[in-house]
């Protein structure tokens, strides 16, 4: 029986040995493993479980490896600390590494084998056994490939009705040969020296043609490192004030001649915005004042539109009715002055830059 089951387990090893090298992209390399083992609680012998695995591993394609292994395993019976029972046999197994396989990497592995039981009292048998698991791998060491691996596996054995063990195991990895160093071919290159002709400043800003971004800049404008035009901006504020007779919010003919100015400010800068505020001195209820106040920006923002044509989107208006005076209330020359729109107009121009 014995020579029967180790016949099987070298014709296994011998045909993947000499079928799956030829599908090797690396060479093959041996694995040497120690490993703790813990039978399940069906099997009639208990206890500590040691054992030592002797694998050839066969690189195929895609991160595949074949491994063909060897093992035996040592039982003690219920901590008595003797070899009480036993088990050896051969597997194949198929690894796949996850990650980069020339630096730490975990793996997957598992596959079917062979495997001879040795129990108390005389209790041999045979049959099948497959095993599951995940563990990882080193990269390599130094520059012969030798690499450090562990895992941990579920072993099924079909001995009785079927048991399930466990083993972590560590070890060992080395290659069979050691890597080859690649030869690189280094091609030889023949430079010719070709006249380059000097570059050329259409523009005469002083930045030549093959870098100049901007190109046809003004005369005499000042430019940056890449031929653009530098520009100045600054900042153009103008005010209004326009009075109102009282509880009216129509404008005064007199105050034309002040927002004509304005609305010409606005037609030299396009990208000026106005912003009109309604006041209204403290006669009358605050919600009326409010009201008020609002209509008197209103009426101004109709003048620059409808007289001086002004776009209606450059102009918003806001209402503060008697809440924020100028002058006291308690005066007749206060209210008047607090009767009042305020505009402010803002807007951000860029002044060319010229060469001193």
């Avoid at 120690?34 to 039978?39: A, F, Q, R, V």
Wanted: glycine share 10%; aromatic share 8%.
């Amino acid at each position: 029986m014995y020579k029967n089951i180790l016949r099987t387990v070298l014709l296994i090893l011998s045909g993947a040995a000499a079928v799956f090298p030829a599908l090797a992209e690396e060479g093959p390399s041996i694995s040497l493993q120690e490993y703790y083992y813990e039978p399940d609680s069906e099997r009639p012998t208990q206890g500590r479980g040691f054992g030592t695995d002797l694998a050839i591993a066969w690189p195929l394609q895609n991160r595949w490896v074949l491994e063909t292994r060897l093992f035996g395993t040592w039982i003690d019976d219920k901590g008595n600390y003797r070899r009480d029972a036993y088990r050896f046999g051969g597997a194949l197994d198929f690894r796949y590494d996850l990650g980069n396989p020339n630096a730490l990497h975990p793996y997957l592995i598992g596959g079917i084998g062979i495997v001879r039981n040795n129990l108390i009292p005389e209790e041999d048998e045979s049959g099948a056994t497959a095993n599951l698991g995940v563990g990882w791998m080193s990269g390599p060491l130094n520059d012969y490939g030798v690499r450090l691996r562990g895992d941990l596996r579920a072993v099924y054995d079909d001995f009785d009705d079927g048991v399930v063990d466990w083993r972590a195991g560590a070890g060992i990895m080395f290659p069979l040969r050691r890597p080859q160093e690649r030869i690189v071919e280094v091609e030889k290159v023949v430079y010719k020296e070709v006249p380059v002709k000097a570059p050329v400043d259409s523009d005469g800003d002083g930045v030549t043609d093959n870098i100049d971004k901007c190109p046809n800049t003004p005369r005499g404008a000042l430019v940056d490192a890449v031929g653009c035009e530098q520009y100045l901006k600054r900042d153009i504020k103008e005010t209004l004030y326009v009075e109102f007779d009282l509880d009216k919010s129509e404008v005064r003919p007199s105050s034309y001649s002040k927002l004509e100015g304005l609305a010409s400010m606005m037609r030299k800068y396009p990208s000026a915005k106005m912003i009109l505020e309604g006041h209204t001195d403290s006669t009358g209820t605050d919600a009326y004042n409010q009201k008020l106040s609002e209509r008197r920006a209103e009426a101004v923002k109709r003048v620059f539109v409808t007289r001086y044509g002004v776009d209606a989107a450059r102009i918003s208006t806001v209402g503060y009715g008697e809440g924020r005076p100028k002058a006291s209330n308690s005066t007749r020359e206060g209210r008047a002055v607090n009767r009042r729109v305020e505009g402010i107009m803002k807007a951000t121009i860029k002044q060319l830059q010229t060469k001193q």
